[in-house]
């Protein structure tokens, strides 16, 4: 009898017929190997869902959007090339506005040359050098000693002094607008007729009547019955005019007086008519006084302080009226 070799087991099937089904065996089976290489390589569904749903999100942050890349594109072509769509905006040269005034510690600071403007005239009193201080706003000009100081205690009012000297010598510039001068003109004599109230009794009648006026500010004139009252009280404060005078044309009022009391000081004045404030005021003819007055205490003064005070006065200018 001829032996028979065994046979592997065959897996079991299910044929379909119908809806009954039986199992059968099928007619080989596959290697091991084979089968062990399938079920390593065999991922459930919801690992598989997970690998999938990473790779679109590292897809995502790793690709570059299109349009940066052409916007890039174009910048390091353009960077590239030297050149440029639009055209560049023109460049504005702005000129210096600015010149140079005084500042409190006696340096020289920038300032707006619509107020302001330097001057290259100088004079010489003693032994002080003084420069021209020129007002271009205000149309006036004035020497000032050049190692003096220079304060603002009120809206256009400048204020001159010595370094680190307060309450001795000093000067003061006043603007006060006064309206069209009636006649026209800068002669300070016009004002008498001037409807402007504040500019009633203001002594525009000749020089000496100003510089009562101005004297009064301070203590009574001497020499009239507010001041014998003074005279009997306390302190016994008066003042007494030492000189008043007019230019040719009448345009300038020039005084000097000093006051008599416990703190005796000297003035020296004067007053005229400014061409107005710059650009609509002017324009208008409306007309401002400017009055410069000079100060210093008569107990540590000298002549030369006297005769300093005198040539800054005497230096002011105010510009002509169109």
Known sequence: MSRRSPRAPSAPTRKLSGNNSRLTRS??????????SVS???????TALRYSALCVGLGVFTTTPPSFAEETTAEDTVAAEGYVGLEPAPVVEIPPEVTMGWTDDGEKEQTD??????STETITVGDVTLTRYVDVNSGYSIFVPNDWSRDQPMANTPEFHPKSEYGGRRFRIEVMPVGKVPGGGQKLQSLVNSEMESLTGAGFESPLNFAQVEATKFAPVKGTPAA???????????TEILQSEKS???DYYMYEYRTDGVYPIRFFGVAAIGPGQA???RKLKRRDLVKVTCQVPEKDATESDYELLRAISKSFKVDECD
Do not use: L, Q
């Open 27 to 36: 007619s080989a089976r596959k290697p091991e190997s084979e089968e062990s």
């Open 40 to 46: 390593d390589r065999a991922i459930d569904r919801r």
């Open 113 to 118: 040359k619509e107020s302001e403007e330097e």
């Open 228 to 238: 014998d009252v003074a005279a009997k009280g306390p302190g016994g404060a008066v």
């Open 248 to 250: 040719e044309n009448g």
């Open 279 to 281: 650009g609509g005021a």
